[in-house]
C-alpha cells in the first residue's frame, strides 16, 4: 500500500519505519523528524495525493481536525484514513463525519504499549469506525502492533483508549501509595512486590511496570524514572477522561482525583519524568500533605 503518514514523533515515527521495513511505500510528513528508511514530503497534501491510506499521530484534538481537512481533500475516493492520536471523542466524531462525507473510510485507532511497543511493532490499538475500512487496513495494524480491537462506531476507540488510561492512571496511583506507605511501615519493598504480584492487589502497574525500582520485571523505575509513558500525557488522557466524564454525564471520582494527583505532581517537578515518578514524590510527603 502507498500510506501517508503524518506525525513522525517518538510513536509515529516507529510505527512508520516498521510499515516502510514490511515493505509499504510510506511517505513522512512531520515539521521536525525525519526517520531514517522515509521518503519525505513537504506538507500532508502532497503526501496524500495518491495514498490509498493516511495515518495521523499528533499531539490532540485541535491539530488533528486542522490536518484533517488538509488530508480528507487530498486523498483518493474510497482511501482510508486511520487517525492514531489519542484526542477527544468529539473531535475523532467530527473528523469521521467529514471523511465519510467525502467518501472516505476512517477509523479512529488511539494505541497502548508506549514507546517501545511502536518500536518493537506490538502495541494493542483500540479501534472505532466502519468494518469494511478495518478490513482493508487489518495488515498495517498486524505490522504495527500485536492486537487490533474493533470497539464499534466512529468515536469508539477514543472512549476506550481514555476509560482504560483513567484505570491506569488511578492504579498506578494506588500501587505507589502501597509502596510509600510500606516504606514508612517498614515492609521490604521485595516482600512486598511478591505478595501483591500473586494475591489480590495484582495489576499491571505492579506486576508489569512496577514504579519501585529493583523491583519485578525492569521497568522506567530502573532508569532514573526516564519516560517510558511520561506524567505529562497521563495528565493529558485523564484531562480527556474528566472531558468525556463532562459531557456523558458520568460520575468519575477517582478519575477526577487522579487528575487533581497528577497536576500537583507536574507542578511539583514531574515534568518530563514517567508518570510511576510519583512513587518517590508521594514517599517524600506526610499524611495531611493535601
Not at 177 to 206: C, H, I, N, P
Request: hydrophobic residues 45%; glycine residues 14%.
Amino acid at each position: 500500500m502507498k500510506i501517508a503518514f503524518i506525525g513522525l514523533g517518538n510513536m509515529g515515527g516507529p510505527m512508520a519505519v516498521n510499515l516502510a521495513a514490511a515493505g509499504h511505500d510510506v511517505i513522512g510528513v512531520d515539521p521536525v523528524a525525519s526517520p531514517d528508511g522515509l521518503t519525505m514530503a513537504t506538507n500532508a497534501a502532497e503526501a496524500c495525493a495518491d495514498a490509498d491510506v493516511a495515518i495521523t499521530m499528533l499531539p490532540n484534538g485541535a491539530i488533528l481536525r486542522a490536518v484533517a481537512g488538509e488530508v480528507v481533500s487530498a486523498l483518493p475516493k474510497d482511501a482510508v484514513f486511520i487517525d492514531c492520536s489519542t484526542v477527544d471523542v468529539d473531535s475523532a466524531r467530527a473528523v469521521a463525519e467529514q471523511a465519510n462525507a467525502a467518501g472516505l473510510g476512517m477509523l479512529d485507532a488511539p494505541v497502548s504499549g508506549g514507546i517501545k511497543g511502536a518500536a518493537d511493532g506490538t502495541l494493542t490499538f483500540m479501534i472505532g469506525g466502519n468494518a469494511d475500512a478495518l478490513e482493508t487496513t487489518k495488515e498495517l495494524f498486524g505490522v504495527m502492533g500485536q492486537k487490533a480491537v474493533h470497539c464499534g462506531a466512529a468515536g469508539a476507540g477514543q472512549a476506550a483508549k481514555i476509560c482504560n488510561n483513567m484505570i491506569l492512571g488511578v492504579t498506578m496511583l494506588g500501587t505507589c501509595e502501597a509502596f510509600a506507605m510500606a516504606d514508612k511501615l517498614g515492609l521490604d519493598r521485595q516482600a512486598m512486590f511478591d505478595v501483591v504480584s500473586t494475591s489480590s492487589g495484582y495489576s499491571w502497574t505492579m506486576n508489569a511496570y512496577c514504579p519501585a525500582p529493583g523491583v519485578g520485571p525492569a521497568s522506567p523505575a530502573d532508569n532514573d524514572y526516564k519516560p517510558g509513558f511520561a506524567a505529562e500525557l497521563m495528565l493529558k488522557d485523564l484531562g480527556l477522561s474528566q472531558d468525556a466524564a463532562g459531557g456523558c454525564d458520568a460520575d468519575t471520582p477517582m478519575g477526577r482525583l487522579a487528575h487533581e494527583l497528577y497536576t500537583k505532581f507536574i507542578e511539583d517537578g514531574g515534568q518530563g519524568v514517567d508518570f510511576s515518578g510519583v512513587l518517590p514524590w508521594l514517599s517524600s510527603r506526610g499524611h495531611s500533605d493535601t
